[in-house]
């Protein structure tokens, strides 16, 4: 996305204004009405009153006695701060384990060229496709086997599965642009590999190692399955699972509470987002395009 | 010369030990639980009992299992239908967002926000948007006149196909417009002068300039696409869990509720390797995508 901006101008003077109002501008306050509603409704519905919540009358678009009694119930009687706060800690691990280990791997196939090389990149890209869904259920039972069970730990050492192919993917693109020539003046000087990776390849792979680790972070913050699987406590669950099954009482849905839930759970990821929108497309498009 | 030295220097040596953190993960994490996976569909596991061998028992007895039928249906309208719809609305809102206009960084940046924040979550927020009784929907459709009962969203079995599909459908269009929009950015401008010195219309221009540039990024973008979308299985965990009637159960969320809630590991995980010739198909069909790549931007045919 670094060029965005002027190629696309191009011959945009021949459309006219009113013209461009029904062709542009129209479908796309369509198209962001759309994407962003939902957003909205999590947002009105965390701090309604039941009494409007639950009432054809009124406009339901709007609050008349705005109440934190939805948030308030979230905060103080769930286990919901322990889940966020078990979602930071084991996407934040699982991160920064999956991107440590991501760099030597890539550095290993995309510059050391050892014997194997092409063929290692290439599993690691069919390693990208392999879906959590077909993986889950051999996966718990080799979880229950090492003891790990309903521990943090489980998602730790799981989530790299998803992570490491990623990142290593997305990081062999970024290594592949530096050129090799900088490496060769390091190994004249006297650098050895080790030396060359830290002091050369990783200052200008940079942008490369946030794209990854945006991404990683975001992957691992709104994984589902692995979490719903292998963790069975309140207070070892991550957000989404925790919301998902611990908010849910019966037949009784408490709306206000689900809905600041989700909002709550969102807000971290997309503050995080809003700050690295480049790095993150980058990420995105690069792990597509290579 | 020191071992340290020599290992140095060596790059089979080296390459080996920094690919060792990520190796030895994967393969034990990964490649051994998909064989595992492989497995134990041939056997007749239940939680806490190892099980026997059985050969193709748990494919026989799903082929003739109505509810793993109809999961089997589910998922291929699920993502062909999801995967179609997406590809439309992604490519038009791609187009869209690649004129030229006022705030365009920050229309990128917010279309993208339903992708990044947890499916699960916005499902959340889905399911009381289909809410039977006070759906803001249904609302908004009586006060236009145009139906007179609320729907029910979730509790009819099209209904409720339809409107998972929906969910999928909101959260995917921002990951195909932002990769197809960063497709469209490479194509140069010129193109388009020089078929509108030819008098081509914008429809034109559109067919036989953008259409045959994109496609090589088509083709992937809608193989993940496809890819994510078969394998599904959050969203229809939370908003129906499978139902009303498992009229939308995918096989993902199937062989949890076989394996997991039902404790038959065995038949669940045969369920999901039966989506493994799905996902093959969907990678071979990248594959053929990538290699078209390659002539079309003037390498030589591999």
Redesign the interface.
Known sequence: ?S??GN??????F?ESTPR?LVT??L??TA??F???F??Y??AI?SFKPNKE??S?DGN?FWIIEPTLAHVNKLLFQTAYPQWMWNTVLVSVVATFFSL???V??A???ER????G?KQ?GLAIF??Y??????????????VFQLGLFDTRLALI??Y??FL??FC?WLLMGYFRTIPFELEECALIDGA??WQILVKIVLPLAVPGLISAGIFAF?LS??E??YA??FVSSSEIKT???G??TELVEGDVYH?GS??A??LF??LP??FI??FF?EY??SG??GA??E | MTLLQRL?NS??A???L??????A??L???????G??IW?GFTD?KVGRAGVWVGLENYEYLFGDSVARLSLFNTVFYTAVASVVKFV?GL??AL??????PF??F????????F???????A???W??F?AQ?S?IS?ALMKMGLIDKYIDFLGEPWNARFSVIAANV?RG???VA??LL????TI??SY??AS?IDGATPWQQFRHVTLPLLTP?IA??MT?SV??TF????LI??ITRGGPLNATHLM?TL??QR??SGGA?GE??AI??A??PF?LGA?LFSYFGLQRRAWQQGGADK
């Open positions: 996305m060029q965005s190629d696309a101008v191009g011959m945009d021949l461009k542009v501008y479908p796309l198209f962001l759309v994407l962003l939902p957003f409704w999590m519905t919540l639950l054809r339901p440590a280990a991501s030597l791997a550095y290993a196939i050391l060229r050892f014997s090389a290692t069919l390693a496709l392999v879906p959590p869904s077909i993986l889950f259920i051999p996966l718990a039972s080799v050492l799981t790299p599965t490491i192919p290593t050895n590999r975001t913050w709104n589902f399955i719903l699987t957000l989404p699972v919301v998902v709306w689900l809905m839930g989700a759970g969102s990821v997309a987002y809003s929108v993150y497309v995105l498009t597509v395009k | 140095e790059r089979n080296l390459g080996l920094f690919l060792l953190p990520a190796a993960l994967l034990f994490f990964l490649t051994y639980p998909l595992l996976g134990l596991t609305l038009w809102l869209l967002l690649n004129k030229h206009m365009k960084a229309i990128r940046a917010i279309v993208l926000l339903p990044i924040v947890p499916t699960a979550l916005s959340i927020a889905f009381w948007i809410d006070f803001i609302w909101w269009v921002p990951f932002i990769t960063a497709g469209l950015q140069s401008p388009y002068e509108a990024i992937v973008v993940f890819l994510f394998t599904d299985f959050q965990y939370v993902a062989s949890f394996a997991i590991l669940g995980a999901s390797i989506m493994v996902l990678i």
